[in-house]
Nanobody, 120 residues
Framework: QVQLVESGGGLVQAGGSLRLSCTAS????????MGWYRQAPGKQRELVAA???????NYADSVKGRFTISGDNAKTTVYLQMNSLKLEDTAVYYC??????????????WGQGTQVTVSS
């Protein structure tokens, strides 16, 4: 079973930067989506940034201009560069990769989550 392994979370002061990485433990074929979600205490999980297949990157309004997602399908790796971090960015961040395989239902891969804490 392929797993997604995340790294790069931690404690940072407001205004600082972090870079999250997510790498698959094996090959994932027919990727149709790579993205990062986050979940703050008491809140629902929300989509932060995404790279859909054949489409342009998209971001939650709250992180536009501050976060940048990038990915490499061949290496099955996805990154999230987070700049100008705010207190409200504090959350557990989850990597997600969606695949068309096995056909026709596909499969959703999730990382274990990495904590990002922004302090004042």
């Amino acid at each position: 079973q392929v797993q997604l392994v995340e790294s790069g979370g931690g404690l940072v002061q407001a205004g600082g930067s972090l870079r999250l990485s997510c790498t698959a433990s094996g090959s994932i074929f027919n990727i149709n989506f790579m993205g990062w979600y986050r979940q703050a205490p008491g809140k629902q999980r929300e989509l932060v940034a995404a790279i859909p297949r054949g489409g342009s990157t998209n971001y939650a309004d709250s992180v536009k201009g501050r976060f940048t997602i990038s990915g490499d399908n061949a290496k099955t790796t996805v990154y999230l560069q987070m700049n100008s971090l705010k207190l409200e960015d504090t959350a557990v961040y989850y990597c997600n990769i969606k695949s068309d395989s096995p056909f026709p239902v596909g499969y959703d891969y999730w990382g274990q989550g990495t904590q990002v804490t922004v302090s004042s």
